[in-house]
RNA sequence: CCAGUGGUGGCCGAACGGUUAGGCGAAGGUCUGUAAAACCUUUUUGAGCAGGUUCGACUCCUGCCCACUGGACCA
């Protein structure tokens, strides 16, 4: 495979890469790539986690590269997710967490054993190290620049800010030294601690992580009435109707599909379109959707460019109803081995019991 | 540790010693070949905790807990 296949792998259906330069190099000095991505504990996986980052890391694994992925059980409890109970964390974490991703995986027909899979816990027990390099991590960070970054926690600044916050956005880097990490992966809405990971990087490890950023899906539900911006957009585990699970039945699929944000023409913010265009589309001009309707409304299409999807909806060429038929079909295909992964006992009973815990 | 202020339903937020604040959110409905918006309906009493006063307390009193602000201590 040559640098620039692999670049195009890397970095397709990608918002940023900082920086393509160092990834380059990165890929021509033929070192391994030690990927990683970390995630919260904090709810049920959404496509954002299932489909936007497994997805990517079968780009990864195309690329040859090693890719490891963080269950962030102490991030969790710093956060005070699952009420910041430490059993609940730990068991959400291995019995459905860890198998939610699992059957995401599977939806890219990549097992497993493809990957590799650490938590905090156990990174933290196997490398003292760790703590040393918290602390080098602390000493080339300002407090400002600290309380800035706690964005990547969802928080924002001058609320609920306790030392546990505080520790978060440091230890978040420190992950990445400890775990050797040159390539860093993540949603954009992780950039603030890439960056500092980036800026301190030389002083505390040697070198300078490459970060990988995707875009974050769209919400169902649409932008907050009378704002437009891509903040309200964003697709949320505490929206209930906002966001689908990697989990959740065609019946439930095609309900929150309908009950979506679906405005004619608007082709800028659009959940359905922009859905289309990173999951369907994968963010690449050609791929293949389907739209199944009745003759009266057009008949079946079959599109090859994503250009084209968005020009019929433009001039209402294909109705709203009708793209978000042929994204729910799609979905619920795309879907079908997590589903049939969480129908296995101990996995269904994991994801009632996981509900629960969410209340 | 001391003082002041405050802790109200999923969230925000008033009033009041005794009769449902209100808003947001959420749910259902009407209207459109979807959704949104708009309109209609629903979300049937909640007060940090423990006591006390009272015919009756969210409202008064005592103690405790927590938060914010200021102060004290600083070997």
């Known amino acids: 495979m ?109 097992d497993e054993s493809q990957v590799e899979f650490i938590s905090g816990k156990k990174l933290y027990e196997e490398n003292p190290i760790h703590w040393e390099t918290f602390m080098r991590v602390g000493k080339h960070i300002t407090l400002s620049r600290n309380l800035r970054s706690i964005s990547i926690m969802g928080k924002k600044q001058g609320t609920d800010v306790d030392m546990a916050t505080l520790f978060y956005p440091p230890l978040q880097v420190a992950d990445i030294f400890t775990m050797n990490v040159n390539l860093a992966h993540a949603g954009i809405d992780q950039r603030k601690a890439h960056v500092v990971a980036r800026e301190v990087g030389p002083a505390v490890a040697g070198y300078k992580p490459v970060a990988v950023h995707q875009n974050l899906i769209a919400g169902l539900t649409g932008p907050e009435p009378g704002t437009n911006d891509a903040e309200s957009l964003k697709m949320s585990k505490s929206k209930p109707n906002s966001a689908i699970f990697v989990h959740d039945t065609p019946d439930e699929i095609r309900e929150k599909i309908k009950k979506a944000y679906g405005p004619p023409k608007e082709i800028e913010f659009n959940p359905l379109l922009n ?44 109705f709203p109803t009708d793209l978000k038929n042929g994204l729910a079909e799609w979905l619920i295909k795309k879907l079908e081995p997590a589903r049939k992964y969480f129908e296995i006992k101990e996995n269904s009973q994991a994801l009632i019991r996981m509900k629960k815990l969410l209340g």
């Not at 940023?16 to 030690?34: A, C, F, M, R, Y």
């Not at 962030?72 to 730990?90: Q, V």
């Not at 589309?281 to 999807?309: C, H, I, P, Q, S």
């Open 275 to 318: 859905w289309v265009k990173i999951l369907v589309f994968w963010g690449e001009e050609t791929g293949e959707f389907k739209v199944e309707r009745l003759e009266k409304f057009g008949g079946n299409v079959v599109y090859t460019k994503y250009a084209d999807v968005v020009a019929d909806y433009a001039n209402e060429k294909l």
């Open 2 to 110: 040559t640098t620039e296949e692999k670049m195009h792998l890397i970095t397709r259906n990608c918002q940023e890469v900082l920086t393509e330069v160092d990834l380059k190099s990165l890929i021509e000095s033929g070192k391994p790539i030690n990927h990683y991505i970390g995630f919260e504990i904090s709810g049920l996986v959404h496509l954002g986690t299932g489909l936007m980052s497994m997805g990517k890391i079968a780009d990864f694994l195309k690329a040859g590269m090693k890719c490891k992925i963080f269950l962030a059980d102490f991030h969790t409890y710093l956060n005070n997710k699952l009420g910041g109970n430490w059993e609940d964390i730990r068991w959400a974490s291995v019995h459905y967490f860890k198998q939610a991703l699992i059957a995401s995986l599977k939806c890219f027909d990549i």
